[in-house]
Nanobody, 122 residues
Framework: QVQLVESGGGLVQPGGSLRLSCATS????????IGWFRQAPGKEREGVSC????????YYAGSVKGRFTISRDNAKNTVYLQMNSLRPEDTAVYYC???????????????WGQGTQVTVSS
């Protein structure tokens, strides 16, 4: 059974940091790109970052570039999203997803986690 489970969300003050984890099981992580997406209330789901399966190439949305870092540990079947310099506009539910290619387009991903809430507020 394919599973992706996000963790690490929470409440943080502006300027703070969080590290999200995406623990995977039921498939071979090595063969899949992993993406992080987020959805704020009343807004569409948007791609945040993704990492390829082949060479570990990483991609970021312009709004998070320089602040967020994606990484993967295939031995632990886990992908991480380090989020620094958080802003109130980063508040959203964050999802990880697995798919064939490193694109920031939700339709290209087959498997999804349930999401973890990130709230940035003073």
């Amino acid at each position: 059974q394919v599973q992706l489970v996000e963790s690490g969300g929470g409440l943080v003050q502006p300027g703070g940091s969080l590290r999200l984890s995406c623990a995977t099981s039921g498939f071979t992580l090595d063969y899949y790109a992993i993406g992080w997406f987020r959805q704020a209330p009343g807004k569409e789901r948007e791609g945040v970052s993704c990492i390829s399966s082949s060479d570990g190439s990483t991609y970021y949305a312009g709004s998070v570039k320089g602040r967020f870092t994606i990484s993967r540990d295939n031995a632990k079947n886990t992908v991480y999203l380090q989020m620094n310099s958080l802003r109130p506009e980063d508040t959203a539910v964050y999802y990880c997803a697995a798919g064939p290619g490193p694109l920031l387009i939700a339709a290209y991903y087959y498997y999804w986690g349930q999401g973890t809430q990130v709230t940035v507020s003073s």
